[in-house]
């Protein structure tokens, strides 16, 4: 699992590339501790080239999440595949989210 982080004023643009799963979720949950330190802007979780999320991956939206309801800021995950979308749907992530 790869990620790249891009902040443009108020906008973090967090690039999720891979598979997070069970063992990459570790990794990416310290990578994004300074977006979830200062979410309070709009973060833009983009998923275009993710393939697979698990529930470590999904917990790890929800702290995003979190914090940035907690700093006034708000969540967009953007560019879920289909796979991902169903995931999202059948854990009542849809309604949790902005989805672009």
């Known amino acids: 699992m790869e990620i790249n982080i891009e902040k443009v004023d108020s906008v973090t643009t967090v690039r999720l ?15 994004l501790e300074p977006v979830i330190a200062d979410a309070g802007g709009t973060t833009v979780l983009d998923c275009t080239e993710m393939s697979y999320i698990s529930s ?22 953007r560019n879920i ?3 991902i979308r169903q995931v999202f749907m059948m854990t009542g992530f849809l309604n949790l989210f902005e989805i672009q």
Request: charged share 25%; glycine share 10%; proline share 2%.
């Open 81 to 83: 595949s289909d796979d």
């Open 17 to 31: 590339i891979g598979r997070l799963d069970t063992p990459a979720a570790q990794e990416v949950s310290k990578q």
């Open 56 to 77: 470590s991956g999904l917990r790890i939206f929800l702290t995003v999440r979190k914090a940035a309801a907690a700093q006034g800021g708000k969540v967009i995950v």
